[in-house]
């Protein structure tokens, strides 16, 4: 039979162990718009096509610094006259969604700046992650059994005595899912849809601050002690 509560030769101390650390992301992630307008159907496409092709060639030419490169939506859309009678198509917008994962940091403002300097060409961003392997959740999390346990041994040693053997250690929120992406940098560019750069002008590279990375850890914790002298 299990005494949840210890006995008197065998009582329990129950602890929460906890751990906050602050360090440098590991990632940034930018999302990229392309968009197109065109009288007919054929020309949106066109010039959608060549423009998302100049940003994807764009982003590979960065190497290993781009970690992670997709595409999202996709669509093509009729825009309609305002009067007039029947369907009768004014023009016709076109727009691709591409997302972009970066280690590099010194690169990442280069990048983004000749991203914005595209021929509309939006750009969102950065957020800064952490890996979902990396050291700084291994390190929060023994930091945190390192204080349940530190904590369970001064209770004890208020009490005379001393800790004789773990009886349960449980990761608090271990079903929940740990976030990827937290944190917009302030100072992110968007360039709005119709903005021009003329070809002579090359715009400075951004300073972008990366943004330091809470990493939190609890876990319970109980223990068994030698018997005080009350």
Do not use: C
């Not at 490169?69 to 009729?78: K, M, Q, R």
């Not at 369970?152 to 005595?161: I, R």
């Not at 250690?169 to 992406?181: H, N, S, T, V, Y």
């Amino acid at each position: 039979m299990t005494v949840p509560y210890g006995t008197p030769d065998a009582p329990r101390i129950a602890v929460r162990g906890e751990a906050h650390l602050e360090v440098d992301p590991e990632l940034a992630r930018i999302g990229i718009t392309v968009a197109s307008r065109g009288k007919d159907r054929r020309t949106a496409l066109d010039d959608l096509t060549r423009r998302n092709t100049n940003v994807l060639d764009l982003l590979k030419s960065y190497g290993d610094a781009v970690e992670r490169l997709e595409t999202g939506s996709f669509s093509v859309t009729p825009e309609l006259k305002e009067h007039g009678r029947g369907e009768r198509v004014h023009a016709y917008h076109g727009r691709v969604h591409i997302t972009a994962e970066l280690t590099d940091f010194t690169a990442l403002g280069e990048l983004t700046t000749r991203l914005a300097d595209q021929e509309l060409t939006r750009i969102d961003g950065p957020w800064w992650a952490l890996r979902r392997d990396s050291p700084a959740h291994r390190e929060a999390r023994q930091q945190a059994v390192r204080e349940a346990v530190q904590r369970a041994k001064e209770y004890a040693e208020a009490l005379g005595t001393s800790l004789a053997s773990l009886v349960e250690l449980a990761d608090i929120g271990a079903e929940g899912p740990e976030p990827r992406f937290v944190g917009k940098a302030s100072r992110s560019r968007s360039m709005a849809y119709g903005e021009t750069q003329t070809a002579d002008t090359t715009a400075a590279p951004l300073d972008l601050e990366p943004q330091r990375q809470h990493v939190h850890a609890q876990v319970n914790a109980r223990f068994t002690m030698a018997p005080p002298r009350l």
